[in-house]
């Protein structure tokens, strides 16, 4: 099986990526869903594995010094691949706490800008990853999936994504 060309792929998952995050932004700013901790976090990973696609297509590391293009291909697949099961845990703390009975879920957080003020950097992110009540209301759905089940299988497709472009032999 003969695979497209790297640097077409890193577009369009760059493209992805841009697109992914303009929904989210559209649908805080447009539709007026707040995100909460886990999204936002979600939005982060999802800017670095844009990041990441995007210095692929630039750099565009070339078969010339195979050894030097082997490292440089294996590092953005690698660093897609790490970033894709980062957002994929959270999303999946995500989706957890959306099928926990009510009464189970722990109590809303403070605001970020509250935490960044007054909390260790440790703990704020030890409550940032943990979610609260807020991150398991759904909100909007599409086919059925909520936003973090969607998420999720955004996720899961980078990280296939990442593995193929780990194990690809040439391009």
Not at 16 to 23: G, K, S
């Amino acid at each position: 099986m003969t695979l497209p060309a790297s640097r077409p792929l890193y577009l369009l998952a760059f493209i992805t990526c841009a697109l992914l995050l303009a929904a989210a932004y559209y649908m805080e700013y447009v539709m007026g869903l707040l995100p909460c901790p886990l999204c936002i976090v979600q939005r982060f990973a999802f800017l670095l594995i844009g990041l990441i696609c995007l210095g692929a297509v630039l750099h565009n590391p070339q078969p010339k010094r195979e050894r030097r293009r082997n490292l440089a291909a294996r590092a953005y697949a690698f660093g897609v691949t790490l970033f894709a099961v980062f957002g994929g845990a959270t999303a999946s703390r995500q989706v957890w706490l959306q099928h926990q009975p009510a009464d189970q879920l722990p109590s809303c957080l403070p605001s970020l800008d509250y935490m960044v003020d007054v909390l260790p950097v440790f703990e704020m992110l030890t409550l940032l990853f943990s979610g609260t009540a807020d991150c398991a209301k759904v909100t909007w759905t599409f086919l059925g999936l909520s936003i973090a089940e969607c998420t999720l299988l955004a996720f899961i497709g980078f990280a296939l994504f990442g593995l193929l472009q780990l194990v690809r032999r040439e391009d």
